[in-house]
């Protein structure tokens, strides 16, 4: 554990390298034992810590990214649920992205997306970069998620910094019958579908 102990002379010798090598655009350098082992994926040092009395995983870094944002962030679904089984919040605010499943969400771990809405995440929570999960899910292009976030009553008409959900949200809906157009040559007049049609790839069906 010598090397998770952040007071320690080891510690500052490989966690700088380390940082500086895989997030040096990161400028969140305070970390605590349990976002560490969070983002680390190492599910047995968490629960290790997390045994400690002392150790608040709701602690936040220079970014306001707690240990569940981290590990949502990167997919890791076995540390996610760790930490929602010992009570983290699964709402906090705070991070880039805004909340733990806006971090999941416009990063395509869709698995990871269902546990924490399983579990209470607020699917029209607002903050962040994009506003919302939904917004986040479709700027990131992941329609699973977004389809989910919809099934669990995200709202599509919510605004917020990302205009993406429009066009993601039209291309749920609209691909199959305007691809069965494209690919029959019948015209499209409207300017919505004419602007989804341009996006889409010459035949969506197959058919030459």
């Not at 605590?32 to 983002?39: D, E, M, N, S, Y």
């Not at 698995?111 to 699917?123: E, F, M, S, T, Y």
């Not at 970069?129 to 977004?146: P, R």
């Not at 919505?192 to 996006?199: F, G, K, P, S, T």
């Amino acid at each position: 554990m010598a090397l998770y102990d952040t007071r320690g002379e080891a510690f500052k010798f490989w966690f700088s390298r380390f940082w500086t090598k895989t997030r040096q655009y990161d400028n969140a350098k305070v970390m605590t034992p349990l976002r560490l082992a969070a983002l680390s994926d190492h599910d047995r040092v968490l629960e290790h810590f997390l045994a400690e009395v002392g150790n608040d995983m709701e602690a936040k870094d220079e970014a306001g990214r707690t240990a569940l944002y981290w590990a949502s962030e990167l997919g890791h679904g076995r540390v996610v649920d760790i930490l929602l089984n010992k009570g983290a919040d699964v709402n906090a605010q705070g991070g880039y992205d805004g909340s733990a499943l806006q971090a999941a969400s416009v990063r395509g771990h869709d698995k990871i997306v269902q546990i924490l809405l399983a579990n209470g995440a607020d699917v029209n929570a607002v903050g962040g970069y994009y506003g919302s999960a939904l917004q986040a899910a479709s700027a990131g292009g992941h329609d699973k998620i977004v389809q989910i976030l919809l099934d669990k009553g995200a709202d599509a008409n919510a605004r917020g910094e990302s205009t993406a959900v429009l066009y993601r949200q039209v291309h749920l809906e609209a691909t199959s019958k305007l691809s069965i157009c494209y690919c029959l040559g019948v015209p499209i007049s409207n300017m919505r579908q004419r602007m989804e049609l341009h996006c889409m790839r010459p035949c969506y069906l197959g058919v030459m």
